[in-house]
């Protein structure tokens, strides 16, 4: 089981089972939900992710275009996964998120195409310009 939480320590998750790799997902949209050069995303079964504390605190940032929902924490803004209303049986954790040992390394670059100029991928994981094929 993984556990983790927002900055402020008010959101707080649990995930039964072991986590496979994150994905990075370098798109515009990710740079700013992040303020970073990626978000990186961990996709686990909807039914092993529960929230265990600050589910009063959940902000649900949606965009009507999109059908994705970012959920973040209302007190300190940390984002904490994703999930899309239509893939309704899978969450996206946000890696950072995560508080217990997840010692792997990156499956894949997404969105490579719109990456951040200033950011250099030095892995030799896969790059895809848009989404995984
Ligand atoms: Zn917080
Ligand atoms: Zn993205």
């Known amino acids: 089981m993984h556990r983790g939480s927002c900055l402020c ?3 707080r998750y649990e995930v039964d089972g072991d986590l496979p790799p994150p994905y990075l997902c370098h798109c515009q949209r990710c740079r700013k ?3 970073g050069a990626f978000a990186a995303v961990i996709t686990v079964p909807a039914a092993a992710f529960r929230f ?3 589910e009063e605190m959940l902000g649900d940032f949606y965009q009507a275009e999109s059908t994705l929902h970012r959920v973040f924490c209302k007190n300190c803004g940390s984002p904490i996964l994703s999930r ?3 893939l309704p ?3 996206r954790i946000r890696a950072g998120s995560l508080d ?3 010692a792997v390394k990156p499956a894949s670059h997404i969105f490579v195409g719109s990456k951040a100029d200033w950011f250099d991928i030095r892995d030799t994981a896969p790059q895809y ?3 995984a094929s």
């Open 33 to 35: 939900a992040h303020g």
């Open 84 to 86: 899309r209303d239509t």
């Open 9 to 11: 320590g008010t959101v």
């Open 100 to 102: 217990t040992p997840y």
């Open 52 to 54: 265990v504390g600050g």
């Open 129 to 131: 310009a848009e989404r």
């Open 89 to 91: 049986d899978l969450v």
